[in-house]
């Protein structure tokens, strides 16, 4: 493949992931502004989308567990939530927790997902609970 050949297709899987995301419109935010953003309003709640066994070994205080891996317990989860709430959500490393927000904006519901999930959250020195 010759060098204009490799840019026009960087180029284009650029766009394409870009454009993906744009469609989707679900605002992913680094740990920090995730903190600074659920904390400041005042109709955040927080929700933990790993499975059980993974939040029980840690997760972030106050963090309410709806696991995406078990399609029914997390259907009937957010048929329950409040769509005047804005729900801060998280998995393990930001793939299911996505995955999840476009299922729960699909529903009406306000979402913001943490970028890198628990782990990144981990990696910035954030506190946890068990």
Partial sequence: MNIKHFLAALIGGITTLTSCEAQ??????EPQQFEQMMTSDTTAVLIDVRTPSEYAE????????????EPRTF???????????????????????????????????????MAGGYKAWVAAGKETEK
Avoid: E, W
């Fill in 58 to 69: 840690g997760h972030l205080a106050g963090a309410r567990n709806i696991d995406f891996l």
């Fill in 75 to 113: 259907d009937d989860g957010i048929a329950q939530l409040d769509s005047g709430h804005t729900y801060y959500i998280y998995c393990r490393s930001g793939n299911r927790s996505h995955k999840a927000a476009v299922k729960m904006t699909d529903r009406g519901l306000r979402v913001v997902d």
């Fill in 24 to 29: 989707d419109s679900i605002p992913t935010v």
